[in-house]
């Protein structure tokens, strides 16, 4: 059995049907996983800032901007947003997915995005491209693009879970459906999808954020999946590689 074979194994014996289940199961992974995804996309997201306002619900002597702050308070409220959703089995729909994006970006929104009628959970009104090839789908089209990658994230079975995550993300990248916080969002939803398919979260770690940027562009270059499938497999290798330790003794 694979290290990554491993985790999986771990995950589905605990069979967790409920969020009280999934909060014990998670034990600090939430604060991992929202570290990691903030500093990402901000390198003035700690982690002891980050395990304050998870544990706290506040931070003591702080002396950054208050952006960062909104941005991992937000990343708290989320994170419970997903323990609640997947209590209720919420399917993964257009309602959740602005949800979460609403969660994960309200008061972090700059003037320009503001002054031009950007709110946090609507789709984009106007076109923000990123990235080495300018991927983003033209906002007239996003509805339409995210209906068909919704409608095609259903049914999955759960031995496809990790393969139909990593093109649920590649996707959502590429089409970039919001103004602002398409990574953040995105980690987090495919880690919904997972959890919702019986396959553990994954943190993608920042350290190896040069890795996960290249398996994105892969997608965006030449539409080659395989290369976010392996990086995911062995970031769900790093992110429960403490347990997995544990059980081979």
Do not use: C
């Not at 959970?121 to 996003?142: L, Q, S």
Request: hydrophobic share 35%; proline share 4%.
């Amino acid at each position: 059995m694979t290290d990554y074979e491993q985790a999986v194994d771990f995950w589905r014996r605990k069979k967790i049907t409920n969020d009280a289940q999934l909060a014990e199961a998670l034990n600090g992974h939430g604060i991992a996983f929202a570290y990691h995804s903030g500093r990402i996309e901000n390198e003035k997201v700690t982690y002891n800032d980050t395990r304050e306002i998870f544990e706290h619900d506040g931070v003591t002597s702080y002396t950054g901007d208050l952006r960062t702050l909104f941005e991992i308070r937000n990343a708290k409220e989320a994170h419970e947003f997903l323990l609640a959703s997947f209590g209720a089995k919420t399917p993964l729909d257009e309602a959740l997915v602005k949800e979460f994006q609403r969660l994960l970006t309200q008061n972090t929104y700059d003037t320009r995005r503001w002054q031009l009628g950007e709110r946090p959970g609507e789709y984009k009104r106007h076109d923000f491209v990123t990235g080495r090839y300018e991927i983003g789908a033209f906002p007239e089209d996003v509805p339409e693009e995210m209906a068909e990658l919704l409608s095609e994230m259903a049914d999955v079975p759960e031995e496809k879970a990790l393969t139909a995550a990593a093109y649920f993300h590649a996707k959502f990248e590429n089409i970039h459906p919001f103004a602002d916080g398409n990574g953040r969002a995105g980690r987090l939803l495919m880690n919904y999808f997972l959890l919702l398919h019986n396959h553990p979260p994954v943190t993608i770690h920042e350290e190896d954020r040069k890795s996960y940027y290249g398996a994105l562009e892969a997608w965006d270059e030449r539409q080659a999946l395989e290369p976010l499938v392996t990086f995911l497999r062995e970031q769900t290798v790093k992110t429960w590689e403490k347990q997995i330790g544990k059980r081979r003794i």
